[in-house]
Structures are given as C-alpha cells and as structure tokens.
C-alpha cells in the first residue's frame, strides 16, 4: 500500500491575484489578468500583451536587504511559499525541519538577473557585475531561498521542464512522500520572464499571440487562436502524506492521486501527441482510475494553433466516447502562459474547483474550430460536482507532464 499524498496548504501570486482567495475569485468570475506589458518600454517591440502581476512590492513583503539578493522569480517564490505554509498551519521546528523538503521549479529562472550582469559587463566591465549575480540567476535558487527562509532541511532540488515544470515538480514531490523520503514538501513552480530579450525570442519562434488587445490576445481552442499570451507568477502547494496530515488535524484540500511523466522525442518545441497520450494513459493507470471517473481536465491549452490541436487528438485517443462528456478548460484564457509556473497554478486552481464544485471558463472563446471540438466551458463558469481532475503540461524539449488530483 503506498503512501496517500493531499494537499494541506497553498500560496500563489500571479496575475489573477495575490493570494489564492483573490486568484480563485477571478478565474471562477472569468476576469483576465492580461493586459499591456508595463515591465519595459514596448514602444519599438512589436508585442505589447502580457499577463502580469499587480501591486507586488517586494521589500515591503520580504524585506529591503534580502529582496534585492532576490531575482524577481525568488521573490515572488518566497512570498507564494509563505502564504502555502501559513495556510497548512505547519509549524517548522527542531523536531520535523529535516523531513520537511521543498521541490520548487523554474523553466528560465532568474533571467532578469541575467540580463542585468550582462549589460553591466559590456557597459562598465566585469568588476562591475554583482557578486550576487550567480546565485540569483540559478534556477534551483528559489527552493534553496524557500529553504533558508523557513529553515526546512529536507530533500530539496530543482526542476526545470519548461512549460511543465510546476506540473513536474508537484508530481516528484508526491513520490518522495510515497517512498518516506519527506513527510512534507513544499512543490511548484514559478516564473518571471516578461523580459525583452526573452520576448523577442518567443517572437521570433513566432509563438506569441499576434493580437495586440488584451481581450482577443489567449483565446485556446478558438478558431482565430494565433499565439500564446506570457505571464508571471508562483505557485506552491503543501503536500504531505495522509497519516502526517490527519495525526495534525489539518484541512485537506484534495488528493493528488495520480502522476506521470513522458518525453516525445520528436521535436524541441513542437508537441507530437503520442506524448501526450501515453502519459495520460499512464497517470490514470498510477491513480487507479479509468476514463469514465474524470469529470474535467484543466487543459495546458496554450492558445497556439498547434499545440490546441494536438492536446484535442490527444484526449480524444485517451478517453474516446468520454471525452464528449468532459469539461474541459484552459485558465490561461485568464491567467496568461507562467511557463514554468503554470501547472502549479493550475493545480491550485483545480483544488478550487473540487471545493468549488465550479468549473472555470476559457474566456474569450468565440468562433469554434473544427480542430478542437469538444467542450471548452465557453466564457462561463460552469456548476459541476468534480470528483477527479486531470491536468496537463507540455514543455518544450518534448516533456510531458499530467497529474491527477481527487477529492479527498
């Protein structure tokens, strides 16, 4: 018998809000965090959308010194992993702080860090870069930060899978809890690479949304779909094992019943759908589930012509007759791509909707494709009794990542 792993506290910052609360009232009110790009001057860039967090002052949250050794990814990490522990009523003492560990990912990392070494050097020469340079641009920093701040001296790595690496890291931090390598674990992921070189790169692959206005800009499995929308952002789950949780007494918000993980190995950026048909297949197989138990899938839906096809194909391969009957949505609609942020946020949102009973919308959609043709929860929340959620990631690299999360 392994070990049952629920969720007992979350925290997220993103562009839907700064708290779960908020974040949780918006997508289920269908409300856009998209907006126009207010990080750099846009003015010679030819795209302008992004999803941005709002009212996020790091010093005043984390204090002056430490948020300026902090990239912004750090930043907006510790504050997310701050509201996740506060709200799992965990205490971190002598006693448990080494079988508390955190796995928490980025794709990119502190790019912004980056980017500023870079000019500095070529500006004014190398005794002008930070010493702190290193440290805030690794991607594994904003778990070791995590670490430090509240003192948990348990398993602790990074993940970096691209667009699935939140999805990944709330999965790996499940099996070390299944195999008694952490009683606790703080996962997720996050992301803040609205930047202008990182921009100009999306551009170039000619994988932004080629709209311009912040409410035709992410419309997944629309006909007139033209390109993902870029967002920021962190989101971080607890997660323990059943028997820590109920010998505590603590509210449990859902169950991750399921998890795998597969890789495409056919094209660094372009899904080839087998992928992610076989990791489907073989996340339902580790819950125990057949199709006919899942009742919504939160979409990786990244509004992109190809990707929305294929993630179609692929559900309809997995859950033949069934997938007619699912709910199906992309909240990116609402929240923008936060690449390696995205599917811890996804999962915090799919917790709401099996407290919620309410299913969140793809705002936005109006012209339907024959492509994607099964049932996208147009522009309305809809009411729905949700006992199993499936959620989908794919990464560039050909990773492949779905949980499963249960009502408890």
Same mark, same amino acid.
């Given at each position: 018998?392994?070990?049952?792993?629920?969720?007992?506290?979350?925290?997220?910052?993103?562009?839907?809000?700064?708290?779960?609360?908020?974040?949780?009232?918006?997508?289920?009110?269908?409300?856009?965090?998209?907006?126009?790009?207010?990080?750099?001057?846009?003015?010679?860039?030819?795209?302008?959308?992004?999803?941005?967090?709002?009212?996020?002052?790091?010093?005043?949250?984390?204090?002056?010194?430490?948020?300026?050794?902090?990239?912004?990814?750090?930043?907006?990490?510790?504050?997310?992993?701050?509201?996740?522990?506060?709200?799992?009523?965990?205490?971190?003492?002598?006693?448990?702080?080494?079988?508390?560990?955190?796995?928490?990912?980025?794709?990119?990392?502190?790019?912004?860090?980056?980017?500023?070494?870079?000019?500095?050097?070529?500006?004014?020469?190398?005794?002008?870069?930070?010493?702190?340079?290193?440290?805030?641009?690794?991607?594994?920093?904003?778990?070791?930060?995590?670490?430090?701040?509240?003192?948990?001296?348990?398993?602790?790595?990074?993940?970096?899978?691209?667009?699935?690496?939140?999805?990944?890291?709330?999965? !790996?931090?499940?099996?070390?809890?299944?195999?008694?390598?952490?009683?606790?674990?703080?996962?997720?992921?996050?992301?803040?690479?609205?930047?202008?070189?990182?921009?100009?790169?999306?551009?170039?692959?000619?994988?932004?949304?080629?709209?311009?206005?912040?409410?035709?800009?992410?419309?997944?499995?629309?006909?007139?779909?033209?390109?993902?929308?870029?967002?920021?952002?962190?989101?971080?789950?607890?997660?323990?094992?059943? !028997?820590?949780?109920?010998?505590?007494?603590?509210?449990?918000?859902?169950?991750?019943?399921?998890?795998?993980?597969?890789?495409?190995?056919?094209?660094i950026s372009a899904p080839a759908g087998y992928?992610?048909?076989?990791?489907?297949?073989?996340a339902l197989n580790n819950a125990?589930?057949?199709?006919?138990?899942?009742?919504?899938?939160?979409?990786?839906?990244?509004?992109?012509?190809?990707?929305?096809?294929?993630?179609?194909?692929?559900?309809?391969?997995?859950?033949?007759?069934?997938?007619?009957?699912?709910?199906?949505?992309?909240?990116?609609?609402?929240?923008?791509?936060?690449?390696?942020?995205?599917?811890?946020?996804?999962?915090?949102?799919?917790?709401?909707?099996?407290?919620?009973?309410?299913?969140?919308?793809?705002?936005?959609?109006?012209?339907?494709?024959?492509?994607?043709?099964?049932?996208?929860?147009?522009?309305?929340?809809?009411?729905?009794?949700?006992?199993?959620?499936?959620?989908?990631?794919?990464?560039?690299?050909?990773?492949?990542?779905?949980?499963?999360?249960?009502?408890?």
């Amino acid at each position: 018998m392994r070990k049952r792993v629920v969720i007992t506290g979350m925290g997220t910052i993103n562009p839907l809000g700064n708290n779960v609360t908020e974040t949780w009232d918006s997508v289920f009110n269908g409300r856009s965090g998209i907006g126009l790009t207010s990080h750099f001057d846009t003015s010679d860039v030819p795209d302008k959308v992004s999803a941005e967090v709002k009212g996020f002052d790091a010093a005043a949250a984390l204090g002056r010194k430490d948020a300026r050794r902090m990239d912004r990814v750090t930043q907006l990490s510790v504050f997310a992993a701050n509201e996740a522990l506060d709200g799992s009523g965990i205490e971190v003492t002598e006693a448990n702080r080494d079988r508390i560990g955190a796995i928490i990912g980025s794709g990119i990392g502190g790019i912004q860090s980056f980017h500023m070494g870079v000019n500095m050097h070529n500006d004014r020469g190398p005794r002008s870069v930070s010493p702190f340079m290193i440290p805030m641009m690794l991607p594994d920093t904003p778990g070791g930060e995590v670490a430090i701040r509240f003192g948990i001296r348990g398993p602790n790595i990074g993940v970096s899978t691209a667009c699935a690496t939140g999805t990944n890291a709330i999965g !790996e931090a499940t099996e070390m809890i299944r195999r008694g390598a952490a009683d606790v674990m703080l996962a997720g992921g996050a992301e803040a690479a609205i930047d202008p070189v990182i921009i100009a790169g999306f551009s170039r692959m000619g994988a932004l949304t080629k709209s311009q206005d912040p409410a035709t800009a992410c419309t997944p499995f629309d006909l007139n779909r033209s390109g993902f929308t870029p967002g920021e952002g962190a989101a971080i789950v607890v997660l323990e094992s059943e !028997e820590h949780a109920k010998a505590r007494g603590a509210t449990i918000f859902g169950e991750v019943v399921g998890y795998a993980l597969t890789n495409d190995a056919y094209h660094i950026s372009a899904p080839a759908g087998y992928g992610a048909v076989t990791c489907m297949k073989l996340a339902l197989n580790n819950a125990g589930l057949n199709t006919e138990q899942v009742q919504y899938i939160n979409a990786h839906g990244t509004s992109t012509k190809l990707n929305d096809k294929t993630e179609t194909e692929a559900v309809k391969e997995v859950f033949n007759g069934h997938a007619n009957k699912l709910a199906i949505s992309s909240t990116k609609s609402m929240h923008g791509h936060l690449l390696g942020g995205a599917g811890a946020l996804e999962a915090i949102i799919a917790a709401g909707v099996l407290k919620n009973s309410v299913v969140p919308p793809t705002i936005g959609y109006t012209t339907p494709d024959p492509d994607c043709d099964l049932d996208y929860v147009p522009n309305e929340a809809r009411d729905l009794r949700v006992d199993y959620i499936l959620s989908n990631s794919f990464g560039f690299g050909g990773h492949n990542a779905t949980l499963v999360i249960g009502k408890y």
